[in-house]
């Protein structure tokens, strides 16, 4: 049977870093960065080397030219100048920024293209800043947050207003809706259009459609229990006004 080996909560040591005189830019500049770092300034021992993995996090031209040094020096005795003890990593700036650009290199469309595009959805909202070829960060990831919740909300807009057919639904009728459900409703609710939407895209040849059931997918199951989505999901009308 598996199992968990939970490990004990404890408070981590910062220990904060001074001046780094070396350039980055080279696999030479790289190995006196770590040994500034370990040897310098944290005064490791080569003991410490043998035994133990230190986290180092970097863009990706960092981690390739660390990854790069260790295949090298792969021979080497010392544990120390094998930097086996070093595990190069994305930073996880760097990670959510590849995963933003490269969503907006697909779904991004262009002059005369589909309503689903953040093409649209940036002219609709007058954003500035973003262009398919450069685009400031910050203000893309808002555009994509804002263009998902926006069609999110559309899809549970569409599903509550079929329950008063006829009457026409402002953005207080749905907060009024919403609020009157608990959690196990609200869930349900969710689950319903994911499952109408999911079917409607496998009849369609719209590719910018049919991408659009995973991602709900994708962000519905990171939500962890019910009362977790009933409580994101209250802001969206609101949201969507804008």
Same mark, same amino acid.
């Given at each position: 049977?598996?199992?968990?080996?939970?490990?004990?909560? =404890?408070?981590?040591?910062?220990?904060?870093?001074?001046?780094?005189?070396?350039?980055?830019?080279?696999?030479?500049?790289?190995?006196?960065?770590?040994?500034?770092?370990?040897?310098?300034?944290?005064?490791?021992?080569?003991?410490?080397? +043998?035994?133990?993995? *230190?986290?180092?996090?970097?863009?990706?031209?960092?981690?390739?030219?660390?990854?790069?040094?260790?295949?090298?020096?792969?021979?080497?005795?010392?544990?120390?100048?094998?930097?086996?003890?070093?595990?190069?990593?994305?930073?996880?700036?760097?990670?959510?920024?590849?995963?933003?650009? *490269? =969503?907006?290199?697909?779904?991004?469309?262009?002059?005369?293209?589909?309503?689903?595009?953040?093409?649209?959805?940036?002219? *609709?909202?007058?954003?500035?800043? =973003?262009?398919?070829?450069?685009?400031? *960060?910050?203000?893309?990831?808002?555009?994509? =947050?804002?263009?998902?919740?926006? +069609?999110?909300?559309?899809?549970?807009?569409?599903?509550?207003? +079929?329950?008063?057919?006829?009457?026409?639904?402002?953005?207080?009728?749905?907060?009024?809706?919403?609020?009157?459900?608990?959690?196990?409703?609200?869930?349900?609710?969710?689950?319903?259009?994911?499952?109408?939407?999911?079917?409607?895209?496998?009849?369609?040849?719209?590719?910018?459609? +049919?991408?659009?059931?995973?991602?709900?997918?994708?962000?519905?199951?990171?939500?962890?229990?019910?009362?977790?989505?009933?409580?994101?999901?209250?802001?969206?009308?609101?949201?969507?006004?804008?």
């Amino acid at each position: 049977m598996l199992s968990l080996d939970v490990l004990p909560p =404890i408070k981590t040591v910062h220990r904060s870093l001074g001046p780094i005189p070396h350039d980055e830019s080279s696999n030479a500049g790289n190995l006196q960065i770590l040994e500034n770092i370990f040897r310098n300034q944290y005064h490791l021992l080569d003991s410490a080397f +043998r035994r133990r993995l *230190f986290l180092i996090y970097g863009d990706q031209k960092t981690t390739q030219r660390i990854r790069s040094i260790k295949q090298r020096r792969g021979k080497a005795h010392d544990p120390y100048d094998r930097l086996q003890w070093a595990l190069p990593i994305p930073a996880l700036f760097h990670l959510r920024m590849n995963f933003l650009y *490269f =969503i907006s290199r697909v779904h991004f469309g262009g002059k005369g293209g589909d309503q689903s595009t953040l093409y649209d959805a940036m002219n *609709f909202w007058t954003r500035k800043k =973003i262009s398919k070829s450069k685009s400031d *960060f910050y203000a893309l990831e808002q555009l994509i =947050i804002h263009s998902f919740q926006a +069609r999110v909300c559309a899809l549970l807009w569409d599903n509550l207003a +079929r329950s008063r057919p006829g009457v026409t639904l402002e953005a207080k009728d749905i907060e009024e809706m919403l609020a009157a459900q608990n959690s196990e409703d609200f869930s349900r609710l969710l689950d319903e259009i994911i499952d109408s939407y999911g079917k409607s895209a496998l009849a369609t040849d719209d590719e910018e459609f +049919r991408n659009h059931p995973r991602t709900l997918l994708t962000a519905y199951a990171k939500l962890p229990a019910p009362e977790v989505r009933h409580q994101a999901c209250r802001s969206w009308p609101s949201t969507s006004s804008h």
